[in-house]
């Protein structure tokens, strides 16, 4: 069993700063990549805001570059979104994404999970 839980966001006004926060149990689960997704509206679909590989390499959408940052702390399996310079258009629920993969006798068995969701209002 993998659990995937959300802490952070919050509703601030443009300029300011927020940090998010997804911790994933179960060491057994092996991490391969992390991810922050966001839906600004219930109409609208989800979109990619950052990702994370196990390897280290970071992709950002355009709309965020420059303000948000993704790392992780290993050792805690912790990925964190730092999102700066908050615009209301980054408005919406924040989802935390991973995928990763258990190891048994004869091969890697793929897995991927969502977090809950977090609120994140952004006022002008």
């Known amino acids: 069993q993998v659990q995937v839980v959300q802490s952070g966001g919050g509703s601030v006004e443009a300029g300011e700063s927020l940090t998010l926060s997804c911790q994933v149990s179960?060491?057994?689960?092996?991490?391969?990549?992390m991810a922050w997704h966001r839906r600004q509206a219930p109409e609208k679909q989800r979109e990619l805001v950052a990702e994370l590989t196990s390897l280290g390499y970071t992709h950002l959408a355009d709309s965020v570059e420059g303000r948000f940052t993704i790392s992780k702390d290993n050792a805690k399996r912790v990925v964190y979104l730092q999102m700066d310079n908050l615009q209301p258009e980054d408005t919406g629920v924040y989802y935390c994404?991973?995928?990763?993969?258990?190891?048994?006798?004869?091969?890697?068995?793929?897995?991927?999970?969502w977090g809950q969701g977090t609120q994140v209002t952004i006022s002008s």
């Open positions: 179960n060491t057994f689960f092996l991490l391969d990549k």
């Open positions: 994404h991973v995928e990763g993969h258990y190891n048994d006798d004869y091969d890697a068995i793929r897995y991927d999970y």
